[in-house]
């Protein structure tokens, strides 16, 4: 299994409060992700980084933000929680090799926002 | 992803029974990668397929990508009841880009 933490796993919480979903890895990946994921089963990947000072939205449209200080650490940041926000968030990494990009899930974060 | 078709999207069977899951791509594949996921948990990485009529195996679950490089499929033999959970195939279409997924197939194996 590999090493990539998720906090908190369920959150529930108001609308308009701010929330940070926190995700680190400890395999000094340069690669990190962000997925939504909908009840139907898809990930949408809604923001990435390359490394640090790098992130980049990703296919789906987000409200949220991210920052990559550190290599280990990608927090997820939505500034005013809807009830529209809620979904499931994985967060992902990679090392950065030649070979592919099989990436290392967390376990994922279930927000639910009233 | 419409790039990326599964199929079924759903499944149950008989423990003990055989099943396969289908994969398939618009685009020709750098690499395919197959995911477990069991509800509410993060995505466990099965097997990662690159070359033209590779297959990979581990325990009772085995991975072929095809020689045209854009379908592949995942066998199960001998089903049991820790099979269950969703299978997730994921794509790479050009060396480092970002992976694509499939919308999933949820198996249910019924003891």
């Known amino acids: 299994e590999a090493d990539i933490y998720q906090t908190p796993r369920y959150l529930v919480i108001g609308t308009g409060k701010k929330i940070t979903l926190e995700c680190s890895q400890t395999m000094g990946h340069d690669k990190m992700y962000w997925y939504q994921q909908d009840p139907g089963m898809e990930l949408h990947l809604i923001h990435y980084?390359?490394?640090?000072?790098?992130?980049e939205k990703g296919d789906l449209s987000s409200e949220s933000t991210v920052s990559r200080i550190r290599t280990e650490h990608f927090p997820l940041t939505l500034e005013s929680a809807r009830p529209s926000h809620t979904s499931q968030y994985l967060c992902?990494?990679?090392?950065?090799?030649?070979?592919?990009?099989?990436?290392?899930f967390g376990p994922g974060t279930r927000l639910l926002v009233l | 992803s419409q790039e990326l078709e599964q199929s079924p999207q759903s499944l149950i069977v008989q423990e003990g029974k055989n099943l396969t899951i289908n994969c398939t791509s618009s685009?020709?594949?750098?690499?395919l990668y197959w995911y477990k996921q069991k509800y509410g948990e993060g995505l466990i990485f099965l097997m990662m397929?690159?070359?033209?009529?590779e297959e990979k195996s581990h325990e009772k679950i085995t991975a072929k990508l095809d020689e045209k490089k854009q379908q592949s499929s995942l066998h199960i033999t001998a089903s049991q009841p820790s099979h269950a959970g969703i299978y997730l195939c994921?794509?790479?279409?050009?060396?480092?880009?970002?992976?694509?997924f499939g919308g999933g197939t949820r198996l249910m194996v019924k003891p």
């Open positions: 980084s390359y490394g640090v000072n790098s992130t």
């Open positions: 994921g794509a790479e279409h050009n060396a480092g880009n970002m992976l694509t």
């Open positions: 685009k020709t594949l750098y690499g």
């Open positions: 397929l690159q070359k033209g009529g």
């Open positions: 992902a990494s990679s090392p950065n090799l030649p070979t592919g990009e099989t990436q290392y």
